[in-house]
Structures are given as structure tokens and as C-alpha cells.
């Protein structure tokens, strides 16, 4: 059993920024890879970043430079820092946890925070 709770999301104008985290809790067992998702209307969910358990990243081209993702493996948590933000950033944002091998890999998702870019 794992829950994530998201938080961060909100309006912001373009340029701006913010940072979403998401802390997962429960019964924490050994997580793989952290990640956050994004859906925007009329369009399908898109990998936005993700880090593994070894703090190696992976990022959608049209954020390289802009976001970064990071982890702090004590609290449970992922972070991304959105930088520079574009209204073509608008979307609700999905925070997913991979569980271990050992565990099944299993893959858990919090339940998406808004984030609208506009003036």
C-alpha cells in the first residue's frame, strides 16, 4: 500500500515558477524510479521527467534546460523545479513511483495537481 500526495500546482504567468513534490507514504517498500507525467486537454498523458533510485535523470526535450527533477530518498519525495515556465506547459501533472523488482514493479500515481501557465 502506497499513497502520494501531491502539492505545488497552481497559476503562475509565463516565465515563472514552481515546484511540485510529491511524498509518497504508507508501507514504503524499495523505489525505483520517481517520475512526474503531464496531460494536457485533448491530449494523451507524456512523460515530463524521471529519476531513478541511483539519482540518474531523464527528461522531455521540450523542458531540457527548464525543469529538473530531484529526490530526497529520507522523506520519500520527488521534486520538479519548473523554471521558465510556457502556457504550452498548462496541464495537470501526475506524480508516478515504480516500485522494485522484488516488489512486483508496480507503478503508483497521485491523483494529478493543476498547473496552468497563462497571464
Known amino acids: 500500500q502506497l499513497q502520494l500526495v501531491e502539492s505545488g500546482g497552481g497559476l503562475v504567468q509565463p516565465g515563472g515558477s514552481l515546484r511540485l513534490s510529491c511524498a509518497a507514504s504508507?508501507?514504503?517498500?524499495?523505489?525505483?524510479?520517481m517520475g512526474w507525467y503531464r496531460q494536457a486537454p485533448g491530449k494523451q498523458r507524456e512523460l515530463v521527467a524521471r529519476?531513478?533510485?541511483?539519482?540518474?535523470?531523464n527528461y522531455k526535450d521540450s523542458v531540457k534546460g527548464r525543469f529538473t527533477i530531484s529526490r530526497d530518498n529520507a522523506k520519500n519525495t520527488v521534486y520538479l523545479q519548473m523554471n521558465s515556465l510556457k502556457p504550452e506547459d498548462t496541464a495537470v501533472y501526475y506524480c508516478?513511483?515504480?516500485?522494485?523488482?522484488?516488489?512486483?514493479?508496480?507503478?503508483?500515481w497521485g491523483q494529478g495537481t493543476q498547473v496552468t501557465v497563462s497571464l
Open positions: 508516478n513511483v515504480v516500485l522494485s523488482s522484488r516488489y512486483g514493479g508496480v507503478d503508483y
Open positions: 504508507g508501507t514504503i517498500f524499495s523505489i525505483n524510479t
Open positions: 529519476i531513478t533510485s541511483g539519482g540518474s535523470t
